[in-house]
């Protein structure tokens, strides 16, 4: 949480923090008591610790993702959960065409190249243009549909597969994920992590994408079949990658720091100022109207 939203938390109600261990003793003894919980898209909420919580009406989301959370059984509890839907769409896709364009251009491999004082010594590869590529994009929601606007804009060829039909959207629609791949220079993958897309992206799908093929994720690690993606990387399966969400974060794969053509980002798709104020915002204004006995205006379950 940025410092402003813990500050009007603060002044409005009594906060226990988590990850406080000084205030872990009066959290324990509050846990009765707790009425909100405002936490984190990566982080979520357990059961276990709903269970302890026998008041809670409402766990606030900072973030979209809702993975880490079991929507139904909050539900079952007649718990609100809310999320921060629409102000961090452009900001996850912009990020997106960055590792794209980072991958393709070779920028993270740049600046150690200058940092290291090998320009002028040693060649420095080619890079890849975006322009005439095929962009395939595996999940098409908000997210998906920004990333593709942009990627149109760098003159790339768009195509998409989505779990449901979509139907305010010319691209092309292909019949599967391994279909996308196949029919795809990059693979970008936008899709809600659940039960349903775990590993979506197996080592199928990336013998499909092929050796010259680029994989990006914004969306959950859990997407991803890790020990497929380290393999491709490593074997030429695939070309490159760039990731900004893992299985385990922050503790990533150490296998990751040595795959080889892969740009890493720490989950900062959401994170910039702007965005971030304004998740914020919607994480005060969604614990402000359950306290005022309101239904929270992003609830999603
Ligand atoms: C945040 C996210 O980084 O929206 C999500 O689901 O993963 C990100 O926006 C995260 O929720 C910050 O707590």
Partial sequence: MMQFVEDRLEAAYTVHRLHDPA???SLEAALPDIRAVATGGGS?????????????????????????????????????????????????????????????????KGDGFVREGRWGREPF??????????????????????????????????????????A????????????????SDILCVCIAASAATRNIV?????????????LVNVARGSVVDENALLAALNDGTIAAAGLDVFLDEP???????????????????????????AMGELVLANIAAHFAGEKPPTTVN
């Avoid at 007649?78 to 102000?87: A, K, M, Q, W």
Wanted: hydrophobic letters at 45%.
């Fill in 168 to 183: 305010d959207t010319a691209w092309k629609s292909c019949a599967s994920p391994v279909a996308l791949a196949e029919d």
């Fill in 202 to 214: 197996d080592a199928g799908v990336l013998k499909a994408l092929g050796g010259k093929g680029v």
């Fill in 125 to 166: 590869p080619l890079g890849t243009s975006p322009k005439g590529k095929k962009v395939g994009i595996l999940g098409l929601g908000q997210i998906g549909k920004a990333f593709g606007r942009r990627a149109e804009a760098f003159g790339m060829d768009v195509r998409y597969w989505n779990r449901s039909p979509v």
């Fill in 251 to 277: 503790n990533i794969r150490a296998d990751f720091l040595t795959a080889p053509n892969t740009v890493l980002m720490p989950h900062q798709g959401s994170a910039t100022v702007e965005t971030r104020v």
């Fill in 44 to 108: 979520g909420l357990s059961n276990e610790w709903i269970g302890k919580m026998p008041s809670l009406g409402v766990i606030a989301i900072n973030g979209v993702g809702t993975d880490k959370v079991d929507l139904a059984f909050a539900r079952g509890r007649n718990i609100d959960v809310t999320t921060t839907p629409g102000v961090l769409t452009d900001d996850v896709a912009d990020l997106g065409m960055a590792l794209t364009l980072a991958v393709l251009r070779h920028v993270a």
């Fill in 23 to 25: 205030g872990r003793a």
